[in-house]
């Protein structure tokens, strides 16, 4: 009985954690839970239950299809958006190995940069009508950064 307990406690842990993924890939993919269940035809209530780790008894056909869709969504990103490790999985999927122990999944990068990670989760944490403002202020600040001025100033001066 003690190691029936055990194993749940593993799986659900298992769950939890590519619940966190699959969320993560989704918001770096740029879609609402909607949009993603639609894409993967399941309910929008199955893939919230998958995010929140509480999708414990989910029949696999639905883990599947919400996996098939990711994958094509993350297919549309420019591939230098994807981490070395993110592009392996997408690039190799029958010999590629899913963390089974603990929560594996978090450790797993979605970017090259964990910086970029974080921009494009700002991106979509604004409301929609607003993201041509915050790409307005990314570009000015980016070409202010870029120039040579900034870049001379920075340097410690020598004497």
Partial sequence: MGRIKSDRGKWEAWIQGMGRYTRRLRELA???QEQLAKRAG???GALSRLEA??????????????NTAMRA????????????????????????????????FDDLALTPDPLLTEL???????????????LQVVRSLAGVLASPEVGRSARPKSG
């Fill in 30 to 32: 740029g879609m609402s």
């Fill in 53 to 66: 780790g509480r999708a414990v008894h989910t029949p696999l056909i639905v883990v599947i299809k919400i």
């Fill in 120 to 134: 494009v989760r700002l991106f979509w944490s604004v409301p929609a009508r607003q993201r041509e403002h915050l």
């Fill in 73 to 104: 969504a993350l297919a549309a990103l420019p591939r230098e958006a994807l981490s070395d490790e993110l592009r392996a999985i997408m690039d190799d999927v029958p010999t590629r190995r899913i963390p089974v122990k603990g929560t594996g």
């Fill in 42 to 44: 399941v309910s929008q």
